[in-house]
């Protein structure tokens, strides 16, 4: 089969299959050895009554045709088990592997990508979309075997034995096809709604029990009852449209194999008993051929459906899987030399997609050694810079320069493992806190976590937890408080030593005395490395070496705090605010 010719969807599948190509062969062999031991039965039948209308009185041999049988049987649960198995197994292997290719996908794909697809619709691609695929290959391929050895071995057979007979079975044959032809058209679209509807709907469930907490505040549970309702309603619908169609194709199906049967037993019985008409075995093994047609006509019913599903689920994984990255590494990255000594951005402009342009000319340099405190208002651009600087998204014009080299040219992670970050929304992992502090750093010593744990005004804070530094955090670390969380991503930053540490609003949640520790920690680990702290409290960034204050798509004013309070200006505004501010 040239592999090129398939469609897409169908090219994907066998490209997974491909990798396990001898047992898919030996798996599609058994199951064509077992449906062959399917149909011997029936042909031995014929044989036997033969035997029986052209003997004599009290003739022997009916044991051979029993054992016949018999082992027709026997070779029948052979092949049986050994294809279920095979195929299964086959099965779980890509089920698998698709699963970690999209993972991988996933995580190589562009933030913005990420930022904008529902997690809950990501994740039913991943779960519900690989499931169908699964169902395909342990279950469909075998179903297609059936099919196809059925009708090919029962009419090849009668064919040979007799063609009038077979011709009559086959006559309305063709009216199943277009039947067929026609529900594949119509429920294809239908499958791919639906499969679409399941991911909306996960990624709405997904939306609504992160939010329980507010919900609950807001006494917004019927509401948010409602949407979901809306969202599960319509995959129902869309479900209930597919099965309808399939309800109305199965009819369809079944009549014509009630037409094909009935007019082999009229027509077939009327041949039989004209004179050179088949003989009466041919007519009994047609009959029961016939007859055993009906399981793999409702069997390809069955795998019509299935094979519209996976196309449907093949589809979803497809899209994800082909998203082109446009922040990836490119093919001629380089790595980074030496440590970061420098951060240049020069004359950056940047919009995110579909939304007016956030920097118009962003210029500076950052040096080693030096701690950066970034502020500005609201909506100024300050995480937005962090994202740029660590390549979660690119400038569209001007550029990012470590030691001079441009970030877009490097390979990320030549960068990024010197670079230790603490996001304004700390996440922590479901785990222990040791399995979240040594996130990027698994190799570190028990002296080198407390001492981060210190570094970070942690260390008394993990020793009170019930299991200390083996404790359990729930999801997303939902069992600590939002300042201990932030110490703990702290911690986990300073635990990588990291030659660039990127704070934004990294304390924003942790008491003031507290909070000044940790300042006074960080300022002394400002030597041989880069910090930049994001801060909406001023107070906080007063003994920065320098201080880049951003608004209308760029820096507007630079300096110590106190060359900036003392100029009119943006800052100075935003800390006489902080000063009016009541505690
Ligand atoms: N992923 C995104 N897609 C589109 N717009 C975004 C995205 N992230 C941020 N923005 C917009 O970019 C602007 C700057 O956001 P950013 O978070 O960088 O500001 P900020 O200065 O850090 O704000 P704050 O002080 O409130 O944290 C805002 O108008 C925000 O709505």
Known sequence: MRLFSLPPWLRLLAGYASMYRTRVA?????????????????????????????????????????????????????????SDYLLAAVAQCIRHDIRMKLFAKILAVDTEFIEARSKGDLLSVVTNDVDVLNVFFSETIANLVR???????????????????ALILAFPLPLAF???????????????????????????????????????????????????????????????????TRRNFIPIIYGIAGLSFALLIGGGGWLTQQPGGPSLGAYTTCVLMGMRLVVPIFTLTF???????????ATRVRELLFVTPRLADPADATDLQGIPETVRFHKIRFRYPNHPELFSDLSFTINKGEFIGIAGPTGAGKSSLIKLLLRFYGPNSGQIAINGQNLEELAAASFRKHVGYVSQH?????????????????????????QALRQAGAEEMVRALPQGLHTILGDQGDTLSGGQKQRLSLARALLRDPEVLILDEATSAVDPATESIIHTNLMGLRKNRIIIAVAHRLSTLTSCDRI?????????????????????????????????TPC
């Open 147 to 165: 099919v196809v050895i059925s009708f090919a071995g029962t009419y090849g057979y009668l064919f040979w034995l007799d063609a009038r007979l």
């Open 26 to 82: 030996v798996g599609i062999g058994c199951s064509t050895a077992a449906r062959v031991c399917d149909l011997l039965p029936m042909i031995i039948a014929g044989y036997a009554v033969n035997h029986i209308t052209s003997s004599p009185d009290g003739s022997t041999g009916f044991l051979a045709y029993g054992l016949a049988v018999f082992c027709a049987f026997g070779g029948l649960a052979i092949f049986q088990s050994s």
């Open 426 to 450: 700390p996440f922590l992992f479901h785990g222990t806190v040791l399995d979240n502090l040594c996130l990027g750093s698994p190799e570190a010593t028990d002296a080198e976590i407390q």
């Open 303 to 313: 795998l019509i459906n299935q094979l519209q599903q996976a196309k449907a689920a």
């Open 548 to 580: 880049l204050v951003m608004d209308q798509g760029g820096i507007v004013q630079e300096g110590p705090h106190r060359q900036l309070v003392s100029q009119e200006g943006v800052y100075q505004t935003l800390w006489q605010a902080l000063q009016e």
């Open 178 to 244: 277009l039947a067929m032809r026609l529900f594949s058209r119509r429920v294809q679209p239908q499958y791919l709604t639906s499969r679409r509807a399941v991911g909306r709907f996960a990624g709405t469930l997904e939306n609504s029990l992160q939010g329980i907490p507010v919900l609950r505040a807001y006494c917004a549970e019927q509401a948010e009852t409602d949407r979901l309702k809306k969202e599960s309603a319509f995959y129902r619908d869309t479900a209930v449209a597919a099965a309808k």
